[in-house]
């Protein structure tokens, strides 16, 4: 190899690239702590950022409404800005309240009533579980293992004084208050969000400018086009996540009260706001409905699982790849597998995360593929499952055997 000025300078970058890497290497222990101090500094701001989204939905139609019914240069429209932003603040400072007010005062008092109840619903089980073994005589062994495992644990809630309930109440308490040390956070969070919905089409403005300002004009067309759609993208998937939770929780509020099952509001609502997290937050609202109807009657808590079961098989397989499926633009069968692979990825997150960012792929895919073959001027019909795309590839067969003879 010839040691000319471009090999040389070559060969140290590759020098320069192996001692960074090195460096890394050795002090990632460092750096990832660096980097954890420089995220705790901005998070504030990223949460405000995330807020400002989720109230830019609401908003935003707020506003379309306003400009529509109200006379240009009115009262109305000149402050509609901060007319819709009152209004979605209400709204969803309503929302919290009325899912506290339904759920928390409901769960406090199930909670003081399981605590007090203990002893006679380990008598109940008891009793429910020899009924059971005189009824169906073979499943006297499992009945009788069940029985067996069942009085350890009952003999250890029993165990379970009111005073360590209160012990792990107050533990519970001073986590909560660990977390509201973090008002402080929260509330540069709401600022930021404030000024960022108040300033947004400056701040559009800006960021468009440094994107023509420091690249190409096809890559900076290309960059605003994908910010937009992420941005219509993320929305319709906000919106339908939302109507898909307030119709799971409504089915199961109808159907618990239909059957009778206790707690049916409650349970409902707690199904619903979970199921905002996809596929675990449901389950999570059932493990805590069946525990509760548990403490009632075993008989019911079964049904509910049951009821869960299928209700979930509903609303998995055709309410929430439709609902959430359509407002995304994704077909049921990805919206699935943007689920899974977001979950195993990335756990929660990844299971919000996952539709929307596929969705974006999906839809950057298919313009790719759609200019392609409109570039390589490829028929409609060479894709297309036709009896006449199989005649197509039998007639060119054909021609060429013809050719070849």
Request: with cysteine; charged share 15%.
């Amino acid at each position: 190899m010839e040691f000319n000025k471009k090999n040389i300078r070559i060969i140290l970058l590759l020098a320069a690239a192996i001692i960074l890497m090195y460096q890394l290497v050795d002090n990632v222990n460092n750096i990832l702590g660096f980097l954890g101090i420089c995220l705790q500094m901005v998070f504030p701001f990223i949460l405000g950022l995330g807020i400002a989204f989720i109230f830019n939905v609401p908003m935003r139609f707020i506003e379309e409404q306003m400009e529509r019914r109200c006379k240009s240069g009115s009262f109305l429209y000149k402050r509609k800005r901060i007319i819709s932003f009152v209004l979605t603040l209400f709204f969803v400072l309503g929302v919290l309240l009325l899912v506290a007010l339904l759920v928390v005062p409901q769960l406090t008092t199930t909670i003081t009533q399981v605590i007090e109840q203990v002893p006679k619903f380990n008598k109940e089980v008891t009793r429910w579980l020899h009924m059971l073994q005189r009824k169906i005589p073979k499943l006297g062994d499992t009945i009788g293992n069940l029985e067996h495992v069942w009085d350890v644990i009952g003999r250890a809630m029993s165990k379970l004084s009111t005073s360590q309930i209160a012990g792990m109440f107050s533990s519970t308490v001073g986590i909560i208050s660990g977390v509201v040390s973090g008002i402080t956070t929260f509330f540069i969070a709401i600022i930021f969000a404030f000024y960022v919905l108040f300033q947004k089409e400056t701040l559009s403005e800006q960021c468009k400018k440094l994107l023509y300002s420091l690249f190409p004009i096809t890559n900076a067309d290309r960059t605003i086009g994908v910010m937009r759609m992420a941005d219509r993208t993320f929305s319709n998937f906000l919106v339908g996540q939302c109507t898909e939770a307030f119709i799971l929780g409504m089915m199961f509020i109808i159907s618990m009260a239909i059957f009778g099952l206790p707690y049916s509001v409650m349970i409902g609502v707690l199904i619903g706001v979970m199921s905002l997290v996809p596929i675990v937050g449901a389950f999570v609202g059932c493990f805590v409905g069946a525990f509760l109807i548990l403490m009632v009657d075993p008989m019911q808590a079964l049904f509910f699982v049951i009821l869960f079961l299928v209700l979930q098989q509903i609303e998995g397989n055709l309410i929430y790849p439709h609902v959430v499926g359509n407002s995304v633009g994704l077909p049921s069968i990805w919206v699935l597998a943007a689920v899974t692979l977001g979950g195993n990825l990335m756990g929660v997150s990844g299971m919000i995360l996952g539709i929307p960012l596929v969705s974006i792929m999906y839809t950057m895919l298919s313009d790719f593929v759609h200019a392609r073959l409109k570039t390589r001027k490829i028929a409609e019909v060479k894709w297309k499952n036709s009896d006449k795309t199989a005649d197509i590839g039998t007639h060119v067969s054909n021609e060429k055997r013809k050719k070849r003879k």
